[in-house]
């Protein structure tokens, strides 16, 4: 196997694995929180119910096109925002995952896996990548 192809492997894996984390916490949130439920919690936070709905989209529609690998470097940075917002959120609860309503290191290694597929790309087997034209996009949003 070349370098070229160890790579490209390697940004599918990062690729899907946030993909299948952020289409399961969207899950998570519709199925098990429920809708009113996760905008109760926005709402605890003092986040306007819109971004509760804005999450929920984002977690699903974002956590699917990665996974199937459509314009893998445009949902990664568009996912930033919404990971951020979780290290945020759990920021106060500690270090660990572990700890009473979840710490804060699960939420910034999503964050670096957001950064890592914004850079990279969706590596192999990517269905479709963002068109280029030369200088128009920056260097880390080009296919």
């Not at 999450?55 to 470097?73: P, W």
């Not at 957001?114 to 969706?122: C, D, E, F, I, L």
Request: zero cysteines; hydrophobic letters at 55%.
């Amino acid at each position: 196997m070349t370098q070229q192809n160890e790579l490209n492997y390697g940004a599918f894996i990062i690729r899907v694995s946030l993909g299948v984390v952020l289409l399961a916490h969207g899950l998570l949130k519709v199925f098990v929180f429920t809708i009113p439920g996760t905008v109760g919690y926005f709402d605890s936070l003092g986040l306007p119910a819109i971004t509760a709905y804005l999450v929920i989209f984002g977690e699903l529609a974002g956590g699917a096109a990665l996974v199937v690998g459509l314009y893998s470097r445009l949902v990664g940075a568009l996912s930033l925002p919404i990971l951020i917002g979780s290290v945020w959120a759990h920021a106060a609860n500690g270090w660990l995952f572990s700890a009473p309503n979840g710490g804060w290191e699960f939420p910034l290694l999503l964050v670096a896996l957001a950064v890592a597929v914004t850079v990279q790309g969706g590596g192999a087997f990517a269905l479709r990548k963002l068109p280029v034209v030369d200088g128009f996009l920056p260097t880390t949003l080009k296919a």
